[in-house]
């Protein structure tokens, strides 16, 4: 028995994680102990596992529309992440190529890549958003300098959901001659990728945001870019020696199986769901939308805030209720600084601190959201009446 099934429990946290889908772990199974080969063994059970590996990567390259020797997997999307800042950052130490541009609002594998890398010389620029949590083309432009080596941006945001423009942002990345490296864990299967199209050199993958398995994700490396990156892991030269260490075949398996059977109308339906539980919790009297709206949001994200009260408060009376809800810090829950996107978006600390972020799946029900909207309105307004500052 699980840990929560006593009562009823709505799982409301996918930007964290989400649960693997049912199919997924069918298709992972055999290869735990039937199908179980080293894939650089010569023999038929290491082959097995070899074209098991092969079919993984040609399914996730085809749906960023790249080629499949241009996929690398990697341990998750952390990972990736460190390895095209720090991999390029140390391929290109002997040019005068030590400027690495970003944002305020990506993901802490990013952010203290790049504060480790500035303590090995590079230096940073960290780009400012509106408040819906856009970057401003003109001034990524404007960043730009000779010693730029590569723009890292994140496509679809893990807070707030914002989704940016890769096709804009590539458009001058391209023109000025600089690598393009975009995190999309939080946005794949659920925005376009589409590397061609996006002009991108790197893009970071992840499988246990998509109902696939933890502890797996891929970097996508643009041919030509290969052999201009320096791998973080050396060893037998697995990974077309860009990552070394015995392939992780049933967990390969698994976030291509993730990937296939991502479609379109998942994301037709979260958007649907999405919107009610927007429209529903603005509603509420005093409350705010954080991010971005429709088209540009992500299709399962929610963050709000509710004046005056704490949002901790209220994913704990949730979570009383039974809903998993996180608080603005998201994928950080765990740390008290304030969150450094919702800061970013011009939030202060009581607006921060009054903010929840709510994320739904392909398998959240509609029942789910009106449950949702049936206990939220209660809790505010019981915390509201708690709280000593009124409205
Ligand atoms: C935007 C973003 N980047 C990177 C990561 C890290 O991915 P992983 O947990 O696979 O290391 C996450 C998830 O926490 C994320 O949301």
């Avoid at 945001?157 to 999309?184: R, S």
């Avoid at 892991?233 to 015995?246: A, I």
Wanted: proline letters at 3%.
């Amino acid at each position: 028995m699980g840990l929560f099934s006593a009562r009823k429990l709505i799982y409301l946290d996918n930007a964290a994680t989400t649960p693997v889908d049912p199919e997924v772990v069918k298709a992972m199974l055999p290869y735990f102990s039937e199908r179980f080969g080293n894939a650089s063994s010569q023999h038929l059970v290491g082959q097995e596992a070899k074209r098991a590996l092969e079919e993984s990567r040609e399914i996730i390259a085809k749906s960023i529309n790249a080629k499949r020797d241009e996929i690398i997997f990697t341990s998750g999307g952390t990972e990736a992440n460190n390895f095209t800042l720090k991999g390029l950052f140390f391929a290109n130490q002997d040019k005068d190529k030590k400027h690495i541009i970003t944002t305020k609002i990506e993901h802490d594998c990013i952010l203290n890549s790049c504060k480790w890398l500035e303590s090995q010389g590079a230096k940073i620029t960290y780009l400012n958003v509106d408040n819906e949590g856009f970057i401003n083309l003109k001034e990524l432009e404007d960043a730009i300098t000779p010693q730029t080596l590569v723009v890292s941006i994140i496509h679809g945001n893990n807070e707030i959901g914002t989704i940016q423009d890769l096709a804009a942002i590539g458009k001058i990345c391209k023109e000025k001659k600089v690598y393009f490296h975009t995190d999309a864990c939080q946005s794949y299967t659920k925005a376009e990728i589409d590397v061609k199209k996006q002009n991108l050199d790197f893009v970071t993958l992840n499988s246990h945001k998509i109902h696939g398995p933890k502890g797996v994700g891929a970097l996508y490396i643009k041919k030509e870019n290969q052999d201009k990156i320096t791998p973080l892991l050396h060893g037998g030269g697995h990974e077309f020696g860009l990552r070394s260490t015995t392939e992780n075949i049933p967990g390969v398996v698994g976030f291509a199986k993730a990937v296939k059977i991502a479609s379109n109308s998942n994301i037709k339906y979260m958007n649907k769901l999405r919107n009610k539980l927007i429209e529903g919790i603005l509603n509420i009297p005093s409350t705010n939308l954080n991010g971005a709206k429709d088209d540009t949001r992500l299709c399962n994200n929610i963050n709000v805030r509710f004046n005056n009260i704490e949002g901790e408060a209220i994913g704990g009376y949730l979570d009383s209720y039974g809903i998993s809800t996180s608080t603005g810090s998201a994928c950080s829950s765990h740390s008290l600084e304030k969150s450094h996107v919702l800061t970013a978006i011009g939030l202060g600390a009581i607006e921060i601190n009054s903010s929840i972020r709510i994320s739904i799946s392909k398998f959240t029900k509609e029942e789910d959201i009106d449950y949702v909207l049936e206990v939220l309105p209660k809790v505010v307004e019981k915390l509201r009446k708690m709280s000593p500052i009124k409205l």
